[in-house]
């Protein structure tokens, strides 16, 4: 046990070294003020001992209450001064906490990322880690001040009569039994509950995003009744939960902080029996008194506690993420030609899930190279390992004769540009978008990349142009458009090696023949790769690679393949009867 919140204590302050020192003076500060706020106890004692004397005058007395006035402005300065340092103290571990996600999400291999759903990584990333805030800042510092009263007034009680400290103690015992009926009974909801919490979240988030498919198809129903179904189960699971703890739990709530069940009786009757004076007998009840509040808060910290372990042990899993392994130092690089040396590859690391078998593939400084075949043949996969989303499973990568495990990650990235199918746009204006390709870039670069890549046009038709936020174009623009602005990124990143991944898919003629234009700006001199459908785009490739189930079928240009690759024969067959297709049925509507 003692182990296991150490480690989960050193995950939270892992990377927020100097945070520790906060945490230690809020500790002090509210130990400080807790026992501040025993004081006055004393100087009542000492006034009420006055009148029971019969010496009490206006000056002795006022003399204690200033006493009393000044420990208790001690405790209200040392609380502030506390939770200040404590609330300063969290919110940096908690910037902490996301920062570290969010590079273990950068290094991490892309797979272990996409396991998970976005409405999961959400929640850990803001909900859950938010969550931590008013423990870390309450908890903890306040908790040690809690813990530390009831001991003072315990020690305090064994000074005036052993017998008045066992009487504080009195419910004690059964109300630790009702505090561990409650923990038996809810220990294991915990993980449900939190499966419950991630479900209900990834629904949400799917809900959301698919809108316009789930209205496109008709599905609002059945969707709509996931995502409810997910919110009502949450509901009915919680509900159920409370209840099940409810009788124990208000039971050790009612029962532990109830010192003055025990001590007031006895204190009446030792008092009684001339033990101890009725001044005593008066600080005792009041000493029994300071201590319920803290004895209450203490009962509502341990269930916190827990909580926040449970919580912490869950941001481990991401925390501690294999990290794909990357050397510090910059690799020397002979030239920009790619070399796959007997790739195998398969997404779950299980042999019988291979998608790629053995794939050799040369890519020589400043040629093109097209990857073609049929669809789920792997041919993404392959540009995939190349920018190295993930590690071949045996075999390797080279990029000028270094493999790109033996490179630093941000080496690698100046080196490979990557142009998916999705073409994803920040919420920031189209400038900043395009210039991510190259942060240093100044407004005039930028705008010479747009040009280029054929995004000017469009951009200017736009009310805001090129200071457009995204979010709002990226409802506007087409997919060829959105092709365009992620040509003129990379456009200004200038890697010496580019992969186009369907680059032309899904665009009409028009923009068709822009993106060619635009790639064929980008792509100048670079080494190319190019997986494509549309195969009039490659005729005049270097290299014409056909990859089917995970294997090179057959590779050379254009022409070597239509005499010797049927399967060549037959896509390109395809591909030029789907054009006059096109071609003729366009000419028949004109
Ligand atoms: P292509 O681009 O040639 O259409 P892909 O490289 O996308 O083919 O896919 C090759 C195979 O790998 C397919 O069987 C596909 O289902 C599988 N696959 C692709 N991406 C993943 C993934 N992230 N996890 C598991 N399997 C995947
Ligand atoms: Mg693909």
């Known amino acids: 046990m003692k182990t296991e919140e150490k480690s989960w204590m050193k995950s939270l302050f892992a990377s927020a070294e100097g945070e520790k020192k906060k945490l230690i003076l809020s500790v002090v500060l509210s130990v400080i003020s807790v026992s501040a706020g025993l004081a006055p106890f004393y100087c009542m004692y000492r006034v009420i001992c006055l009148f029971v004397a019969g010496t009490a005058n206006a000056a002795a007395v006022a003399g204690w209450c200033l006493w009393a006035l000044l420990a208790y402005a001690v405790k209200i300065a040392a609380f502030a001064f506390s939770t ?306 993930w590690d071949v499973s045996s075999g390797s990568v080279e990029i000028g004769g270094v493999n790109v495990k033996d490179m630093p990650l941000s080496q690698l990235s100046e080196y490979v540009s990557f142009v998916t199918q999705d073409n994803f746009l920040f919420r920031c204006s189209l400038l900043e978008n395009i210039r991510l390709g190259n942060p240093n870039a100044t407004d005039d670069e930028v705008k010479a990349a747009a040009r280029a890549a054929q995004c000017e046009e469009f951009i200017r038709k736009l009310p805001q142009g090129y200071d457009t936020p995204a979010g709002e174009a990226g409802k506007r623009l087409s997919g060829g458009e959105k092709q365009r602005i992620a040509i003129a990124r990379m456009m200004l990143k200038n890697a010496p090696i580019v992969i186009l991944d369907e680059a032309t898919a899904f665009t009409d003629p028009e923009n068709e023949d822009k993106i060619q234009q635009s790639i064929a700006a980008l792509t100048q001199g670079k080494t190319l790769l190019v997986i494509a459908h549309r195969l009039s785009t490659i005729k005049n490739a270097d290299n014409i690679v056909v990859l089917r189930d995970g294997a090179i079928a057959a590779e050379g240009t254009q022409e070597q393949l239509l005499e010797t690759c049927p399967l060549y024969r037959d896509m390109w067959q395809a591909h030029i009867g789907a054009k006059s297709w096109a071609v003729s049925s366009a000419a028949k509507e004109a």
């Not at 103290?89 to 908690?94: N, P, R, S, T």
């Not at 805030?133 to 009263?149: F, K, Q, R």
């Not at 009684?272 to 509502?300: C, D, F, Q, R």
């Open 84 to 389: 200040g340092v404590s609330h300063n103290m969290a919110y940096h571990v908690l910037e902490s906490l996301r920062l570290r996600l969010a590079d273990r999400f950068l290094h991490a291999p892309l797979g272990n990322v996409e396991n998970h759903t976005i409405g999961e990584i959400k929640s850990m990333m803001v909900d859950k880690i938010e969550n931590l805030e008013p423990p870390l800042a309450h908890m903890i510092p306040e908790g040690a001040g809690h813990m530390v009263l009831p001991i003072v007034s315990i020690i305090a009680l064994l000074c005036i009569d052993w017998r008045l400290a066992l009487a504080s103690l009195v419910t004690f015992p059964l109300s630790m039994v009702c505090m561990m009926l409650t923990m038996v009974i809810s220990g294991k909801n915990f993980q449900t509950y939190d499966k419950a919490n991630a479900y209900m979240n990834s629904t949400i988030v799917e809900y959301i995003e698919g809108i316009e498919v789930i209205k496109a198809f008709g599905r609002a129903g059945v969707s709509y009744e996931k995502y409810a179904k997910a919110i009502t189960d949450f509901r009915t699971f919680v509900v159920k939960w409370l209840s099940s703890t409810y009788v124990t739990m208000k039971l050790s709530f009612a029962l532990f902080p109830s010192t003055l069940i025990g001590t007031l009786p006895v204190a009446l009757a030792l008092a009684n029996h001339g033990v101890i004076t009725a001044p005593l007998a008066a600080l005792a009840v009041m000493l029994s008194i300071s201590m319920v509040g803290s004895l209450a808060k203490l009962e509502v910290f341990s269930e916190n506690m827990r909580q926040v372990e449970f919580t912490v042990k869950g941001l481990q899993e991401f925390l501690e993420m294999p990290e794909l392994p990357e050397p510090k130092a910059r690799a020397v690089v002979k030239s920009t030609g790619v070399e796959l040396k007997n790739v195998h590859f398969s997404y779950t690391g299980e042999q019988r899930d291979e998608v790629l078998h053995g794939v050799n593939l040369s890519l020589p400084q400043g040629s093109f190279t097209a990857l073609v075949g049929p669809s789920g043949g792997g041919k993404s996969t392959v540009a995939k390992l190349i920018a190295r989303f």
